[in-house]
């Protein structure tokens, strides 16, 4: 069976993209895994599939990571499939439904895409933690890191903050804290140098994908622990790898994220050449 496909990324922070609205496409975790190796597959660093939305969203979007496990949540797919639901309606405005709830998107001056990625979860359980613990102060230590706050964007984030990341060799101490037992869903890691209270570097390693280059819900996190924790401002410049994107925590709750998106290529693929 072949299935058409279009590959995009936000910040390179990469995706494929497959249309499953008009029908069920034989997609499961072993085959989507497949799929994401950047060596015998397409390669990605989540598999986003289109479904049919109920009254209220223009589609519904199911996130796999390259391990083939469904996500929460994941920002810069948000506005990459933002922009091309809104090249198919023709309008500015968007609404995109996910298993964590309703994402509504427009479309900025310039091109930029920006998303409100609803309000964070900080209670211990939404997180979720394994127990009972204030969430902006983890007694955590992994190394020369330690003290982390944590939220919920839609998926868990722990944030650490650190002195220097440059210095900091997080591609080893990011699988380990995302697989720590105060973790039952796992987590997504983050190590965040507070350049300005509107600056802030940030490095994620996501749970099931690894580092990436850009981390949309990772991004979010940051700006909200930085706040928590008194240092950073409600709107940042929120700087990663792959690129920047603009943050802003409103007092309504609300974080809204906005940034570029890009469509690399578009292809298809024969299911049947990938495992079941």
Known sequence: MQIPFRKMHGLGNDFVIVDARAKALPLHPARIAALADRHRGIGCDQFITLEPAAPGADAFMRIHNPDGSEAGACGNATRCVAALLMAETGRDEV?????????????????????????????????????????????????????????????????????????????????????????????????????????????????????????????????????????????????LPGGTLDLEWRLDGAVLMSGPVATSFLGQFDADAFPA
């Open 95 to 239: 609404t995109i439904r996910t298993v964590s709830g309703e994402l509504p998107a427009e479309r900025l001056p310039g091109g930029m895409i920006r998303v409100d990625m609803g309000q964070p979860r900080l209670g211990w359980q939404d997180v979720p933690l394994a127990e009972e613990m204030d969430t902006a102060h983890l007694p955590l230590t992994l190394g020369e890191v330690a003290d982390p706050a944590a939220c919920s964007m839609g998926n868990p984030h722990a944030t650490f903050f650190v002195e220097d990341l440059d210095a900091l060799d997080w591609r080893v101490l990011g699988p380990q804290m995302e697989n720590h037992p105060l973790f039952p869903q796992r987590a997504n890691i983050g190590f965040a140098q507070v350049i300005t209270p509107e600056h802030i570097r940030v490095a994620i390693w996501e749970r099931g994908a690894g580092p990436t280059l850009a981390c949309g819900s990772g991004a979010c996190a940051t700006l909200v622990n930085a706040h928590r924790r008194g240092l950073a401002t409600r709107r940042a410049q929120v700087e």
